[in-house]
């Protein structure tokens, strides 16, 4: 199993360090944060070439400087500027501003469900239900769905269903994780900062923490990660782990 390296150690380090200055020396972040996005006000502040740091080292510093650090990595913990829910409200309401422009994006572009009218939309589904299940007893529909799966799925060697699944997360839009946050990924939900520290989940990962840590070195501050899919993921990995060991 491959480990978070000295490197990234060391700028997750700096990171934690640089937000507890960028309090200091930037109170205005507490303001900025809410019309702007983490990388946003590294933009506006210029964060990155202030502080000769690496954009994504200014972004988690910014995330820092917000929500503050709980202790681990060899720095002490410190307050974030806003409240814990303050901070997850903002970030849920980015989420929500972010699907709303794609969303508006497609319909301006006309491409995808959004492009289309509702009549459009109707139509097609009705055509492709005509074209399959339509009529079918119970005893046809099972047997349909045996068929595919002995003809798909269960004749896949590993190495196929895994780029089949990318195939489908790329035509879905969505995110392929790297091998290097999957081991980062593993590697935070031992850390005892990223873990529940009182309540019925002492010691487990706080999968919610974990995926915000993700967003910020890996995408830009942008919410792509979150608790279920970090969940999901790093269930599949531990899995691997085990299966390796077997």
Known sequence: MKMITGKQISAIRNAIRLGKILQRNHPEIKDLYGPHTHSEIVRILKIDTLYCVPNSVAITAIWHAIRGHKGGF????????????????????????????????????????????FEEN????????????EG??????????????????????FE????????????????LWSIKEIETL?????????????????GKPN?????????????DGKNIRWQ??????LKRYRASLKTKAS
């Open 228 to 233: 279920e899919s970090v969940s999901s993921r």
């Open 74 to 117: 060899r720095v002490v913990s410190y307050s974030g500027l806003l409240s814990l829910v303050e901070a997850e409200n903002i970030s849920r309401e980015h989420w929500v501003k972010q699907g709303i422009e794609r969303s508006a994006e497609q319909f301006i572009k006309g491409t995808g469900l959004r492009g289309r009218t």
């Open 207 to 219: 999968k919610k923490l974990i995926a915000s840590e993700l967003n910020n070195m890996y995408h």
């Open 136 to 157: 079918k007893s119970n005893d046809e529909l099972r047997e349909y769905g045996r068929r595919g799966y002995i003809s798909g799925l269960s004749k896949m060697t």
């Open 122 to 133: 109707s139509k097609a589904g009705k055509k492709g239900y005509k074209k399959g299940l």
């Open 186 to 202: 593993y590697q935070l939900s031992q850390e005892a900062e990223y873990q529940y520290s009182k309540g019925a989940n002492t």
């Open 160 to 175: 196929q269903r895994s780029k089949a699944r990318c195939k489908g997360a790329k035509a879905r839009g969505e995110t």
